[in-house]
């Protein structure tokens, strides 16, 4: 069973290593660069031109990894499966649409705010919508309408605030992975980082499953997650994929992600999340990701009330460059907070489940 969660993440990594350069041969042929701001750094103009809209990549070659895993394996995709990577595609397609508008057609601000908005909210409410929808044997659904910070707790909220719940968190985390991705492979290598901790939580739910309560130790202390092995399998898969494409699209980067690429990150992280019961941990374990939007909501806020900066430029990772970092000095230094904020996320979870044993 375990195999599958090996094949995924080498798949993943196999087909961006070899994958992505011919997406950057097409890309740049079709003539789709990136769009760089004369506002920001001046280092950044450089970049003007460079292929857009990476997201592709990663996006195919783990939907691919997940159903090619699947067949070396000999088994069936789960819907628990099916569901987090269609919120991934989903979200990948609402962005795809905003690059090529901006690139294509020569539109700065992409899709309009109204347009992009609507596509962000039919993807994640039929998300929420299934996700509480085809209860297994046992009778799990892939959420539940109860919150959840290392396992479910207190009462439901219902399924109406559940699913808006659902869209606050799949907004808010698809808009902080976009506004990481700033820097030459600062999002794609803090991907990498929690998408690896979600396989390891994966597999950790599937070894201490409710499913198999009568061999466990201590029933008490077990997840009622329902498919835990399928979601580290997708978690293996995206890790693989961002790692291969992170070849390309570190510093000096060949390739961006674009909305494309960025969207689709913080759906399917949030997807991960919320079926594996752990939607408040996530904002631990991605904690970079909320700390750069943090920044820009606090300069946003400080400049309406006060009419004066905090931070020389939001988001963060600009602020340190126009302080004089370079470049690289920022995304490894970004890595390792977000490397410590893994850590703790990962050690929560296991005290939870100590302390419950």
Known sequence: MMNQILFSGVIGLFLTLVGTPLLIKLLARKGYGQFIRDDGPREHLSKRGTPTMGGIAFIFATVAAYFLSKVIAGKSPSFTGLLVLGLMVGMGLVGFLDDYIKIVKRRSLGLRAKAKMAGQLIVGISFAVLALMFPDSRGNTPASTKLSFITDFGWSIGPVLFVIWALFMILAMSNGVNL???????????????????????????????????????????????????????ASALMGSCLGFLWWNTSPAKIFMGDTGSLALGGVLTGLAILSRTELLVAIMGGLFVLITMSVVIQVGSFRLTGKRVFRMAPLQHHFELKGWSEVLVVVRFWIIQGICVIVGLGLFYAGWAAEK
């Not at 690896?196 to 499913?211: H, P």
């Not at 130790?217 to 329902?226: K, L």
Request: aromatic share 10%; hydrophobic share 45%; glycine share 10%.
């Open 180 to 234: 990481t991705d700033g820097l030459d492979g600062l999002a794609t290598g803090a991907s990498v980082l929690v998408f690896g901790a979600y396989t390891f939580i994966g597999v950790w739910q599937y070894q201490e499953s409710c499913a198999n309560a009568q061999t466990l130790t201590n029933p008490a202390a077990c997840y009622e997650v329902r498919d835990p092995l399928d979601l580290a399998v997708v």
